[in-house]
Nanobody, 115 residues
C-alpha cells in the first residue's frame, strides 16, 4: 500500500483544514488507518484512528475538534480539523495497517497554525 497525504497549509488560529490520504492498491477497505503528527522536538503521537469497520478514536487533545473518516470507494482517509490551535502545528502523516506489526506510511504534510 502506498499512501499520499495532502491538504496541509498555513492557517490562522481558530481556522479549519481537511487533510486527505489517498491509498493505492486493492482491498483498502480491509485496512485500519490513522493520522499521526510530529511537532519539532516532540515524539510522534496518534491523533485519530479508524478501523476497517468505521470505529474511531481520538487523542484527548483533539476530541471535539478533529474528525476522522474514510471513503473506501475512493481509497481515501480524511482528517477534518476545526478550531485549530498553535499547538496543532506539526507534520501530519497517515498510516494504514491490517496487522499492527506492519504499518504503511505516507510522506507527511505540514500543518502550521499561526497568525
Amino acid at each position: 500500500v502506498q499512501l499520499v497525504e495532502s491538504g496541509g497549509d498555513l492557517v490562522q488560529p481558530g481556522g479549519s483544514l481537511r487533510l486527505s490520504c489517498i491509498a493505492s492498491g486493492s482491498d483498502f477497505n480491509m485496512y485500519h488507518a490513522g493520522w499521526y503528527r510530529q511537532a519539532p522536538g516532540k515524539q510522534r503521537e496518534l491523533v485519530a484512528a479508524i478501523t476497517s469497520g468505521g470505529t474511531t478514536k481520538y487523542a484527548d487533545s483533539v476530541k471535539g475538534r478533529f474528525s476522522i473518516s474514510r471513503d473506501n470507494a475512493k481509497n481515501t482517509i480524511y482528517l477534518q480539523m476545526n478550531s485549530l490551535k498553535a499547538d496543532d502545528t506539526a507534520v501530519y502523516s497517515c498510516s494504514a495497517w491490517i496487522y499492527a506489526t506492519e504499518l504503511y506510511w505516507g510522506q507527511g504534510t505540514q500543518v502550521t497554525v499561526s497568525s
